[in-house]
Nanobody
């Protein structure tokens, strides 16, 4: 049983930074693609970034967010810079059992419970 636990969310001013972490347990996920998604109130869950054979980002985070992973520690990170109020959402970590890059939530098998990110002055 794979478990994903996100941390690092919080309240930040516009222009600020946060680093989200996702700790995986139950299986080494080095052969899995790891993704970040987000969901704002009243909106569908949307793709943010994925790391597998390479990395892919949603257009609205390119140049501001960076996904990384430490396979030895079974960790995935999302460095978020230049945050905007519209980045406010619950951020989820997800994993799928191959390294293909997919942006639709249905492609992912394992999910964390999310961490709240609020960008406000």
């Amino acid at each position: 049983q794979v478990q994903l636990v996100e941390s690092g969310g919080g309240l930040v001013h516009p222009g600020g930074s946060l680093r989200l972490s996702c700790a995986a347990s139950g299986r080494n996920l080095s052969s899995h693609a790891m993704g970040w998604f987000r969901q704002a109130p009243g909106k569908e869950r949307e793709f943010v970034a994925v790391m597998g054979t390479s990395t892919t980002y949603a257009d609205f985070v390119k140049g501001r967010f960076t996904i990384s992973r430490d396979n030895a520690k079974n960790m995935v990170y999302l460095q978020m810079n230049s945050l905007k109020p519209e980045d406010t959402a619950v951020y989820f970590c997800a994993a799928r059992p191959s390294l293909g890059l997919f942006s639709h939530p249905s492609a992912y098998t394992y999910w964390g419970q999310g961490t709240q990110v609020t960008v406000s002055s």
